[in-house]
């Protein structure tokens, strides 16, 4: 697969390689990642080495071909994806002088991030899984990505997924605010039905990742906001309690829905900044 890499900041030791949400790109990341680097040097830290891949067929990043998403099941739904996608990003790493990195997944970047603990924990540092899950879909949830997949590649459009901009009656106070509307229609409306059907394929295909919880013995960090529809803390509490053998801290952002790091991306870099000083320590 080809990766491309948005490189927000150029620090020190190990970097931070922040791993996307569905159905935007790296975009999401920006104003977390510029408060990563002042509040770093607000607080006597050496910079920050920040990356920002792209998932394949999200900002530039190119689909890849049949060969390289690997095998497919009799419902559409990719199942060797993800492993290749998560060899890619450790190759990324590998190719830019790294041997480690301290990786940050949200919501479908956390299943990522996951996949690397599995296939490469010699390349984590450090994790951090923000409103995301561990298991793998439940039938129901697989048949309605597969759905969506389905419905961008007939139509032509992204329509399918648009309804992740607008506002529902409970979401937090920054979701329901124009500026919030406005860059997700936008950041939306700039992906392809293509990519967006590749990346759906890819997380219904996706196992069950679970048992990792308790094999992960870095610093780790499990972040979720109070709103979040899909992972909030009743349901990510278990996740952080699951990992016995890690040095890890679970946040609680108040007012925020699925996308924390949009919505509160204030909060969610002091936590990240937390969680780099622990990795630096333990080195």
């Known amino acids: 697969m080809d990766i491309i890499n948005t490189v927000y900041a150029q620090g020190t030791g190990t970097p931070l390689v922040l791993l996307h949400a569905f159905p935007i790109d790296h975009r999401m990341w920006e104003e977390m990642a510029e408060l990563v680097g002042q509040g770093a040097s607000e607080q006597g830290m050496e910079p920050v080495t920040i990356y920002a891949p792209d998932m394949p067929g999200a900002g530039a990043c190119p689909i890849p071909d049949a060969q390289s998403t690997g095998e497919q099941a009799e419902d559409g739904a990719y199942t060797q994806a993800l492993d290749r996608l998560a060899d890619a990003y450790v190759d990324m790493l590998r190719a830019k002088g790294h ?6 997944g949200l919501s479908m970047g956390g299943y990522v991030a996951l996949a690397v603990q599995r296939l490469h924990s010699d390349a984590v540092a450090g994790i951090a899984l923000c409103d995301t899950k561990a298991d793998a879909d439940s039938d129901k949830a697989r048949r309605h990505r597969i759905d969506v997949a389905s419905r961008c590649e007939r139509d032509g459009d992204v329509e399918a997924v648009m309804n992740f901009a607008h506002p529902q009656p409970n979401d937090s106070t920054i979701k329901k605010s124009p500026r919030f509307v406005k860059n997700f229609e936008n ?8 990519g967006i059907a590749w990346r759906e394929r890819m997380a219904a295909g996706r196992e069950d990742q679970s048992d990792q919880l308790g094999l992960i013995s870095t610093p780790a960090l499990v972040l979720s906001g109070d709103l979040d529809p899909s992972s909030p803390p009743e349901v990510m509490r278990p996740l952080a309690a699951a990992m016995v053998n890690a040095d890890v801290e679970f946040v609680e952002i108040a007012d925020s829905g699925h996308f924390s790091a949009v919505e509160h991306p204030q909060e969610v870099s002091q936590a990240l900044l937390a969680l780099v000083r622990k990795v630096r320590s333990a080195q």
Do not use: H
């Open 99 to 104: 041997d480690r990195a301290i990786w940050v």
């Open 187 to 194: 950041w939306i409306g700039e992906q392809t039905p293509e």
